[in-house]
């Protein structure tokens, strides 16, 4: 019995358990990556995890930030006891155990603070880049899209998510300075490629936060379509008060305000995300 069996008689889920969709062979992992704070990772990461699950996939969302944002938006809530990130990347512990859950139909691998120790505490144990990709193995088959939501380093986090992930997904805020860093971000994801995780894809760079009345986020846009060409997402997700509201309701957009511009946005991303995976798996 598949462990996504198993939960949807215990727990009030408003969504029924999705039929797979994907038919790729094995769970996609997507890494949402970008070293800068604040430009819309973790709010992108359950955007779309929750319109995935709208659009019929069954989708992990992995929260790999040790403050904890992409859980609670996501809707779980603190319980002293929840096994999390830590104890899967540093006390093997089993990650079904870690997983809960939610409302909106994600499931959540939630973390804590104390998952900033794990930065240390991994820095002398054995095989410590491939912690989180080996712990996922037994959910490859159960679940469609795993995304995991990066904190704003490239610390060993960071080296784990892009250990585990098949690809990246980079959210860049439509700012004056949007373009700083990526080149950084770039380089160090080649150095990811050479020694550790040859086949990481980069799936797309979103554009976050868009102010579509000002000339600036045009400008912007196109400066960031210059850089990247056609890695750019055709989806862009707006600035909006809606999206900014939503963690504090603990639920992602698409719950919260379904009808909202954010919402729409977020799956029309959604589409284009499985559009490139198909894509790219050949089932285009
Ligand atoms: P990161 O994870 O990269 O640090 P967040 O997703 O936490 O970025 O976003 C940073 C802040 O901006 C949060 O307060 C979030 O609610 C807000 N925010 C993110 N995306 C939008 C958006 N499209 N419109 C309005 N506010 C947003
Ligand atoms: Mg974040």
């Given at each position: 019995?598949?462990?996504?069996?198993h939960?949807?008689?215990?727990?009030?889920?408003?969504?029924?358990?999705?039929?797979?969709?994907?038919?790729?062979?094995?769970?996609?992992?997507?890494?949402?990556?970008?070293?800068?704070?604040?430009?819309?990772?973790?709010?992108?990461?359950?955007?779309?995890?929750?319109?995935l699950?709208?659009?019929?996939?069954?989708?992990?969302?992995?929260?790999?930030?040790?403050?904890?944002?992409?859980?609670?938006?996501?809707?779980?809530?603190?319980?002293?006891?929840?096994?999390?990130?830590?104890?899967?990347?540093?006390?093997?512990?089993?990650?079904?155990?870690a997983?809960?859950p939610?409302?909106?139909?994600?499931?959540?691998?939630?973390?804590?603070?104390?998952?900033?120790?794990?930065?240390?505490?991994?820095?002398?144990?054995?095989?410590?880049?491939?912690?989180?990709?080996?712990?996922?193995?037994?959910?490859?088959?159960?679940?469609?899209?795993?995304?995991?939501?990066?904190?704003?380093?490239?610390?060993?986090?960071t080296?784990?998510?892009?250990?585990?992930?098949?690809?990246?997904?980079?959210?860049?805020?439509?700012?004056?300075?949007?373009?700083?860093?990526?080149?950084?971000?770039?380089?160090?994801?080649?150095?990811?490629r050479?020694?550790?995780?040859?086949?990481?894809?980069?799936l797309?760079?979103?554009?976050?936060?868009?102010d579509?009345?000002?000339?600036?986020?045009?400008?912007?846009?196109?400066?960031?379509?210059g850089?990247?060409?056609?890695?750019?997402?055709?989806?862009?997700?707006?600035?909006?008060?809606?999206?900014?509201?939503?963690?504090?309701?603990?639920?992602?957009?698409?719950?919260?305000?379904?009808p909202?511009?954010?919402?729409?946005?977020?799956?029309?991303?959604?589409?284009?995300?499985?559009?490139?995976?198909?894509?790219?798996?050949?089932?285009?």
């Amino acid at each position: 019995m598949s462990w996504y069996r198993h939960w949807e008689g215990s727990f009030h889920v408003k969504h029924a358990v999705p039929e797979r969709k994907g038919s790729w062979e094995k769970a996609i992992a997507i890494a949402v990556v970008n070293q800068k704070g604040g430009v819309g990772k973790t709010t992108t990461t359950i955007s779309l995890a929750a319109s995935l699950v709208e659009q019929g996939y069954r989708v992990l969302l992995i929260d790999a930030d040790p403050q904890g944002n992409a859980g609670s938006g996501a809707g779980i809530e603190r319980k002293d006891e929840q096994v999390t990130l830590y104890d899967v990347l540093v006390n093997e512990a089993e990650v079904q155990e870690a997983m809960v859950p939610t409302e909106s139909g994600v499931i959540v691998l939630p973390s804590t603070m104390d998952l900033a120790a794990a930065e240390i505490e991994l820095v002398s144990a054995m095989g410590r880049e491939y912690r989180l990709r080996d712990a996922l193995i037994p959910l490859l088959d159960e679940i469609d899209v795993i995304l995991i939501d990066c904190p704003p380093s490239l610390g060993l986090l960071t080296i784990n998510a892009l250990c585990a992930a098949d690809a990246v997904l980079i959210p860049v805020q439509a700012e004056y300075f949007a373009l700083e860093g990526l080149g950084a971000l770039q380089q160090n994801l080649s150095l990811v490629r050479r020694h550790l995780n040859a086949q990481l894809y980069t799936l797309g760079v979103v554009m976050t936060m868009v102010d579509t009345r000002t000339k600036l986020a045009t400008a912007v846009e196109d400066d960031v379509r210059g850089y990247f060409g056609d890695m750019v997402f055709s989806a862009r997700i707006p600035r909006t008060v809606r999206l900014a509201e939503a963690p504090s309701f603990a639920q992602p957009i698409t719950v919260f305000d379904s009808p909202s511009r954010g919402a729409m946005a977020y799956r029309r991303l959604a589409a284009e995300v499985i559009e490139r995976i198909n894509l790219w798996k050949g089932q285009g």
